[in-house]
C-alpha cells in the first residue's frame, strides 16, 4: 500500500473556500464536473484560456473563477 501523497490546496473558488487535490487548473475543472463543458475561468482575476489551463498551476490562496453559460427562463 502507498500512502497518499496528494497534497491539498486552500483556495476559493466561486467566492467560496475549497481544499484541492488539483495541481493544475484544468484538473480542478474536471475534479468540479465541468469537463467537457465550455466554461471561461480566471485566476487572481486574470483570464486564463481553456488551451492553456493544463499548463496553468494553482497555488495556495488562489482566487479561482469558473463560469458557465446557464439558458433557460
Not at 483556495?11 to 467560496?16: F, P
Not at 471561461?40 to 482566487?63: H, K, P, Q, W, Y
Amino acid at each position: 500500500m502507498t500512502p497518499d501523497t496528494t497534497r491539498l490546496r486552500d483556495i476559493v473558488l466561486n467566492g467560496r473556500p475549497l481544499s484541492t487535490g488539483a495541481e493544475t487548473l484544468a484538473e480542478l475543472v474536471t475534479e468540479q464536473g465541468f469537463a467537457g463543458v465550455k466554461v471561461a475561468t480566471a485566476i487572481n482575476g486574470e483570464f486564463v484560456a481553456e488551451r492553456t489551463r493544463a499548463g496553468t498551476g494553482l497555488s495556495e490562496g488562489d482566487r479561482i473563477e469558473i463560469l458557465s453559460v446557464r439558458q433557460g427562463g
